[in-house]
C-alpha cells in the first residue's frame, strides 16, 4: 500500500520506517526543510536505537522517501497518516492543535480518490470530528475516511513497541478506513497483536486514559515512596510486594523523580482541560499532575539535603538529563527543575548524558557538559544520578569514590544498591529505601 506519513518526528519516523518495512511504500511529509534535508542524507533528527540502520534499508529498498512537499508525498497514498506535535498551549493547558489543523487543510488541497485521513498525534476528544469538517469544507468533492489510530510507542523502546504492540487502537466511523486500516496492518495481526476497533472518540479517549492512568501509578508509587523513607519501609520492597497481585501489575512502579517527557505531562493537562470542559472533572489526574510538578522540585531540595544542606559554591556532578534513557528528548525532563533548583540554591552543575546533551543545550543554561562520566566527577562535590542510563549502572565505584572531592552520592533511580554503596564509604541517597 501506499502511505504518506506527516511529520518526521519520534512517532512520524518511527512509524513511517516500520510502516515500510512491513514492505508498504511510504512518503514521509515534513515542513522543517533542515529535517528532510538530513534524513535524506541519512542522518536522524532524533535518536532512538535502531532507528537509523532501520531507515537506511527501508531507503535502499526503495520503500522510504522523505520530502517536504505534501503534494508529492500523497501522490497515490491510500492513507494519509497525521502525526505532527500536539503540544501544550500556553496559559490553558489544553491540547495545541494548530499543526494539526493545518497539517488536515494541507491534505484536503492534495486529495485525489478515496483516501483515509489517519490521525496518529494524541488528540483530545472530538478532533477527528473536527478534521473531517476542516477536510470538507476545504474540498466539498474529497472522498475522504477520517479515523483514529493513536500510537502507544515509547521513546527509546519505539520500533519494538510498534512492531509489537500491547494492542492497536482503530476508531472507526467508516468501514472503509477499517479495510485499509486492517490491510496496513496486516503483519501484526499475523503476530496476533490484539486490535481494538471502536468508535473514533472512543479511540482518542482511550489514549488520554491510557496515559493518564500510567502518570497516576507512577505518583502513587512516589507518594509511597516520600512514605517509606518517613517509616522506615523500602520502597522497591513494597512495589513488588503489590506488583506480583495480576490486578495492579509489576509495570510503572518504580520511584524516582517524577515523570517527564513529550507525553505524561502535557496528556494529563489536556485531559483535565477536556474533562474540566464537559463538566465531569478528573479529579484523580489533577491531584497526579500536582504531586508530580511539587515532586519534580522537592528532588532539588532533597539533593541539597544530602549535601548538608548547603550547596552554595559548590560542584555537582549530573548523570542523565533525558526524561528517561533511549532518548535525546528533554521536553519536561525532571532534570531541568532539579538543575534549576540547585542553581538557584548556589550549585554550579557540571552534567553528563550519552546522547542528550545537544538538546540539554537548547533548554539548560549556565551547565559546564563533560564528554563522559568520569570527568564529570573529577572534583565534584557530589554525583547525582538523575536518569538510568545502562553506562551508570556499573561505573567504577572506587573510581568514583577517588574523583569525588566528597563521596556524596544521590541516586533519584534507585540502580544502586545502599550496603554496596556504603561499603564504598559513601555517604548515600536513594528514593524510598
Ligand atoms: N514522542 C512519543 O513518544 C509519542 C508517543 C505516542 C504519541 N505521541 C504523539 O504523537 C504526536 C507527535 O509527537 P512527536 O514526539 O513525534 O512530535 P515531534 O515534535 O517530535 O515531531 C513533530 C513533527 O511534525 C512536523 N510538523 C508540524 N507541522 C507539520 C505540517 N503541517 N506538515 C508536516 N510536518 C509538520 C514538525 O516539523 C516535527 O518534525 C504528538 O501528538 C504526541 O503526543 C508521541
Known sequence: MRVAMIGAGYVGLVSGACFADFGHRVTIVDVDEGRI???????????????????????????????????????????????????????????????????????????????????????????????????????????????????FLREGAAIGDFKRPDRIVLGIEDPRAEAVLRELYRPLFLNEAPILVTRRRTAELIKYAANAFLAIKIGFINEMADLCEK????????????????????????????????????????????AEDQGTPVRIVEAAVKANDLRKRAMGRKVIGACGGDVRGKRLAVLGLTFKPGTDDMREAPSIAIIQALQDAGAAIIAHDPEGMEQAKLVLDGVTYADDPYAALDGADAMVLVTEWDEYRALDLARVRQLLRTPVVVDLRNIYRPEEMARHGFSYTGVGR
Not at 522497591?236 to 524516582?256: C, M, S, T, Y
Open 37 to 151: 534535508a538530513r534524513l535524506r542524507a541519512g542522518e536522524m533528527p532524533i535518536y532512538e536505537p535502531g532507528l537509523k540502520e532501520l531507515v537506511a534499508a527501508n531507503v535502499r529498498a526503495g520503500r522510504l522517501a522523505f520530502t517536504t512537499s505534501l503534494a508529492d508525498g500523497m501522490a497515490g497514498a491510500e492513507a494519509v497518516f497525521i502525526a505532527v506535535g500536539t503540544p501544550s498551549r500556553r496559559g490553558d493547558g489544553h491540547a495545541d492543535l494548530s499543526f494539526v489543523y493545518a497539517a488536515a487543510r494541507d491534505v484536503a488541497l492534495n486529495l485525489a480518490g478515496f483516501t483515509v485521513i489517519v490521525t496518529k498525534s494524541t488528540v483530545p476528544v472530538g478532533t477527528g470530528d473536527e478534521v473531517e469538517r476542516i477536510i470538507r469544507k476545504t474540498n466539498p468533492n474529497a472522498d475522504v475516511a477520517v479515523a483514529s489510530n493513536p500510537e
Open 231 to 274: 517509616v522506615g519501609a523500602n520502597v522497591q520492597e513494597v512495589a513488588r510486594g503489590i506488583g506480583l497481585d495480576k490486578r495492579i501489575g509489576p509495570k510503572f512502579l518504580n520511584a524516582g523523580p517524577g515523570y517527564g517527557g513529550s507525553c505524561f505531562p502535557k496528556d494529563t493537562r489536556a485531559l483535565i482541560q477536556t
